[in-house]
């Protein structure tokens, strides 16, 4: 892994003065720029072109929504890892809606922020355990994206690229699994089945495992009220 540049957008100085410490000794991380507001970081993101983001979202507005658009929606995105003060289910949420990464609190230690970073840059997708330590949050964004879905007058059904045991484990995520009960399941590896996700996600084009539920479930390659995957469309 490369070293890369970190923007922090947060105007807490006392608190990055002591996490930025944790960071800088990564060899990972090439520099640290923060600014302390959404709308100074749209002005700026050009010229510090960073390699991943932490950006403070406890305060939600149209300056931070454009901020977090621009770098995940870039030719070449921008990873974001969300901040708030303190985390619940409607923060992950909201993360999740964003198309955040990952989920920080201003109360986790400096370590673990730093490997969230760390696992954020090599392409892991820690949010997913946030979603996963919330049932209630995962069930209602899954009845969200299935009500979505069921809402839609017209839905394109495709024939489904993923072979059978992608299909089976992407019933099994929408059914709320981690990959470690995945495995469990299935008698294989947990690093079996996050190979497994990467293939679904590239196949899919599915920016996270929420995303691709939402396109098993448009398509009705897979239903929350069976207990089997549909197989009839799987290529």
């Known amino acids: 892994m490369t070293a890369t540049r970190l923007l922090i957008v947060d105007s807490d100085q006392r608190f990055w003065d002591s996490a930025q410490f944790e960071l800088a000794v990564d060899p990972r991380i090439e520099k640290i720029s923060r600014i302390d507001s959404a709308q100074a970081a749209l002005a700026e993101v050009g010229k510090i072109r960073p390699g991943i983001a932490i ?11 454009d901020l977090v658009k621009l770098l995940c929606c870039a030719n070449d995105p921008i990873p974001v890892i969300a901040l ?12 999740v809606g964003t198309g955040a990464r990952a989920c920080i609190s201003k109360t986790s230690p400096a370590k673990q922020i730093r490997g969230t970073v760390i ?8 949010i997913h355990r946030d979603v996963a330590e919330r049932p209630f949050l995962l069930t209602g964004l899954l009845n969200e994206f299935q009500r979505q879905s069921r809402g839609t007058t017209e839905v394109e059904t495709n024939a489904c690229p993923l072979t059978e045991r992608e299909l089976s484990i992407l019933s099994l995520v929408a059914d709320g699994n981690a990959n470690k ?55």
């Open 55 to 65: 950006v403070n979202m406890s305060v939600p507005g149209a300056a931070t929504s």
């Open 84 to 95: 708030f003060d303190s985390l619940d289910d409607g923060r992950v949420g909201y993360a």
């Open 119 to 126: 696992e954020t840059l090599a392409g892991e997708l820690p």
């Open 181 to 235: 009960e995945i495995a469990e399941v299935l008698f294989i590896s947990e690093r079996t089945v996050k190979n497994h996700m990467t293939n679904i996600l590239a196949k899919l084009g599915a920016r996270d495992r929420a995303h691709a539920v939402r396109f098993g479930m448009q398509n009705s390659w897979i239903d929350l009220e069976q207990s089997e995957p549909v197989l009839a469309l799987v290529a």
